[in-house]
């Protein structure tokens, strides 16, 4: 039987990194994962409700927080220029403050970054972001797999892989499907894997996207 394990969980402290940078007592961990959460919710939810083209793109790559005494810094990758970028300073402002109601810390302070990521479509949360997008306007699964790998054939990857799981185009039984492009070693520890599982609600049911990029070896 196989035994699958998160390739960026398998590979933290080789050449992963965490995502979340904080120390807390055991008795008060999951408060800080729950607020972690919270936090990147709150800022998904805010970039969805106030993004100024319609095309349903929040194009976040990632949310890295790091936690001190008196500030929590968050640090915020985006693929494409929307709200944030576009109104600067005002709509950091923005999300600051409507990131801070949610909490009622008076001793510690907000602060947000953004920052560009220059190939957006070497970032598997934004490529199965498009898949999604593909999915919910009725494009055939095939068709949005193969546009999504050849959207990353501009970017600097080696490989990669793309699976999508559930009632696929509205089958009564659930299926497996996927779709690879050059090599993705997943036992290769110095292998440089960016992963992402992400969930899309279809008028079928809900599918499941994951997605395999081999960006290097070190």
């Not at 929307?82 to 008076?106: P, W």
């Not at 898949?131 to 009725?138: C, D, E, G, S, T």
């Not at 490989?159 to 090599?183: H, L, M, P, S």
Request: glycine share 8%; charged share 25%; proline share 3%.
């Amino acid at each position: 039987m196989g035994q699958k394990i998160n390739p960026l969980g398998f590979r933290l402290g080789t050449i992963q990194s965490h995502h979340s940078f904080w120390f807390a007592q055991p008795k008060n961990y999951s408060a800080g994962l729950q607020e972690d959460e919270k936090i990147r919710n709150n800022i998904k939810n805010y970039v969805q409700k106030n993004r100024r083209t319609s095309s349903g793109f929040e194009g976040i790559a990632r949310i890295e927080i790091q936690k001190k005494i008196d500030l929590i810094q968050v640090i915020i990758y985006i693929g494409f220029p929307n709200l944030l970028i576009e109104g600067q300073r005002r709509g950091i402002e923005e999300l600051q403050m409507n990131v801070q109601k949610e909490f009622h810390s008076v001793n510690r302070r907000l602060n947000i970054a953004i920052k560009r990521v220059e190939k957006p479509y070497g970032q598997p949360n934004i490529l199965a972001e498009y898949i999604a997008l593909q999915l919910k306007n009725r494009v055939s699964f095939r068709k949005a797999m193969k546009k999504a790998i050849e959207l990353t054939e501009q970017t600097d990857i080696k490989g990669i892989q793309v699976q999508i799981a559930g009632r696929i185009d509205g089958k009564e039984i659930a299926r497996v499907e996927w779709i690879r492009e050059g090599r993705v070693p997943l036992q290769t520890i110095r292998a440089k894997i960016d992963y992402c599982s992400y969930t899309i609600r279809t008028i079928y049911g809900v599918l499941g996207i994951k997605i395999w990029i081999f960006v290097d070896k070190d």
